[in-house]
């Protein structure tokens, strides 16, 4: 709604709210935008769907939903998918498991923005990717027989073809594939494989700071290099005067931040 209530939340925290929202979102807008899904795009979208069933680090109806989207799509024998019946299951399964309206409910929480339009589905987004790429490291096993198994990085090659093909921020799907064609097939370890990501989003953060009119850009939650020396002060070092990361200090802590132990399940759907 427009006035919804402003959220309390703690910046060192991750909330389920904002994964489950992103969830709801990219199957409810961005994926509702497509007519039907056929080919190389349902591949991508079959996925996505795998990933987060496999990977998803807590419990919770999205994703049952997931699970069974994904059982569904993979036992599917064609080759072209309307959209308006994934639609159909999705209303009718998450209704099933809650008892409520999926449809209704998106609450962003530490995705919140201080204005309408402002955060949101971009920064669930990124941070539902930093979740699969960290779980991935904790448990690659969870991967065994999904058929994603077999590439170096999983999580970053899946999060590259949904951008590519379904991110409704066009221009972001472009520079995002450009940097995946510069280095992601330089990423062989799962440490690896987290901490790309990291340094990804930094260059996004970098390049958008103080700049006019980014997409969402929020007087509250200002664009910088993340994680903050308040945050992670064993992330940053000063190497004759310059500032240097502490890579390993970063790895740990995206292991902590993002790891299934800091997740905030308040405000869940
Ligand atoms: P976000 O940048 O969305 O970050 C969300 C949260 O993640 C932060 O609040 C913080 O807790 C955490 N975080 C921040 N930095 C890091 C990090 N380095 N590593 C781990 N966690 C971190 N917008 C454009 O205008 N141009 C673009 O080219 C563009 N490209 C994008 C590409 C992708 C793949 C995505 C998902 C988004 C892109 N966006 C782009 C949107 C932009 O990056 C932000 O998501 C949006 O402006 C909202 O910003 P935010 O303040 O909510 O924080």
Not at 219 to 244: D, F, M
Request: overall charge negative; charged content about 20%; some cysteine.
């Amino acid at each position: 709604g427009t006035s919804e209530p402003w959220r309390d939340f703690d910046r060192s925290q991750v909330y389920t709210a904002d994964l489950e929202s992103a969830l709801h979102y990219l199957l409810r807008v961005e994926l509702a935008a497509h007519g039907t899904l056929e080919g190389a795009e349902l591949k991508v979208f079959k996925d996505f769907v795998t990933l987060v069933a496999k990977l998803y680090p807590v419990g919770g109806s999205v994703v049952k939903l997931m699970e069974t989207l994904s059982d569904w799509l993979l036992g599917l024998p064609v080759e072209l998918v309307l959209l308006g019946l994934i639609m159909h299951i999705y209303k009718n399964t998450g209704r099933e498991i809650s008892g409520v309206f999926l449809g209704a409910e998106l609450r962003w929480v530490g995705c919140q923005g201080s204005r309408l339009g402002l955060r949101g589905y971009p920064c669930s987004l990124w941070t539902l990717f930093h979740v699969l790429t960290v779980q991935h490291d904790a448990a690659p096993a969870a991967l065994d027989g999904s058929g994603l198994e077999g590439e170096a990085a999983p999580v970053l090659q899946v999060m590259r073809r949904y951008i590519r093909t379904f991110f409704g921020c066009k221009e972001c799907g472009r520079h995002f594939e450009q940097a995946a064609a510069a280095s992601m097939d330089q990423v062989t370890s799962r440490e690896d494989e987290v901490l790309w990501l990291w340094n990804q989003h930094n260059r996004v953060n970098t390049r958008l700071a103080g700049g006019p009119g980014s997409l969402s850009d929020d007087p509250v939650s200002p664009k910088a290099p993340w994680p903050s020396p308040a945050l992670c002060p064993a992330c940053h070092e000063e190497s004759n005067g310059v500032h240097v990361w502490n890579h390993a200090n970063v790895l740990a802590f995206l292991r902590r931040h993002y790891g299934a132990s800091n997740l905030n399940p308040r405000y869940s759907l």
